[in-house]
């Protein structure tokens, strides 16, 4: 699987890190934050919001990749059929972004920066 974070710069604003269906994946996190989505209800919006339709456990990866990176949450719960996974963010869009420069700048800083 390809990561979650692949720094383009040939590309324009989130598109320097993301797919489209990987933007909308996690701008429905962002549109609340804190709030907690299940998998599917993430897909719903996420195909509602492209042409072209992403397979859920692609989208459950994607959100499975950016917790493990920290970069989103989650939490575990019971529900009907047994565990459930919760996934929701601490940031909003503008605050990831800023994160995510300040990210980039550091490990520029600290790869260019290290003795060879």
Known sequence: ??????????K???RTLFREWQIQTIRCLWAKPMKKFTTKQIW??????????VSRATVYHFLDELAEKEII???????RGGLRILFYSQ???????ELMAR????????NLLSPT
């Open 103 to 110: 990210n980039l700048i550091d490990s520029v800083k600290d």
């Open 1 to 10: 699987m390809q990561s979650a974070l692949k720094f383009d710069p040939e």
């Open 91 to 97: 940031y909003s869009e503008d605050e990831f972004k």
């Open 44 to 53: 719903d919006k996420v195909c509602d919001n492209l042409d072209k339709r």
């Open 12 to 14: 324009k604003g989130l």
């Open 73 to 79: 949450s989650f939490d575990t719960g019971t529900g």
